[in-house]
Nanobody, 124 residues
Framework: QVQLVESGGGLVQAGGSLRLSCVASGRTFSNYAMGWFRQAPGKEREFVAAISYRGGTRYYADSVKGRFTISRDNAKNTVYLQMNSLKPEDTAAYSC?????????????????WGRGTQVTVSS
């Protein structure tokens, strides 16, 4: 079992920044890939970013590329999502997810454990 707890969401104006954190517990964090996904009201969940077990491979959705950065600190069992130049369309509930394999993917079906999410709201 893996437990995931997100934090760092909030209300921010367009153009602003937020950093989300996700702390994992329950298994050896450095053995598995992590991802961030988001879901806006009335929309399907969508991939945002993913990172491999040692951080050597990172994937981003086209909509966030160049604005968001995923990173991890295996000593702290934590994955981060730095979000810059935020836009109103980034408004969503953001969840982190753990994949019990070392390599990252962009499909939510590949992730076995999920956090409850943290709300990000970007005002125009």
């Amino acid at each position: 079992q893996v437990q995931l707890v997100e934090s760092g969401g909030g209300l921010v104006q367009a153009g602003g920044s937020l950093r989300l954190s996700c702390v994992a517990s329950g298994r050896t964090f450095s053995n598995y890939a992590m991802g961030w996904f988001r879901q806006a009201p009335g929309k399907e969940r969508e991939f945002v970013a993913a990172i491999s077990y040692r951080g050597g491979t990172r994937y981003y959705a086209d909509s966030v590329k160049g604005r968001f950065t995923i990173s991890r600190d295996n000593a702290k069992n934590t994955v981060y999502l730095q979000m810059n130049s935020l836009k109103p369309e980034d408004t969503a509930a953001y969840s982190c997810a753990a994949r019990l394999r070392p390599l990252a993917t962009i499909s939510s079906d590949d992730y076995a454990y999920w956090g409850r999410g943290t709300q990000v709201t970007v005002s125009s």
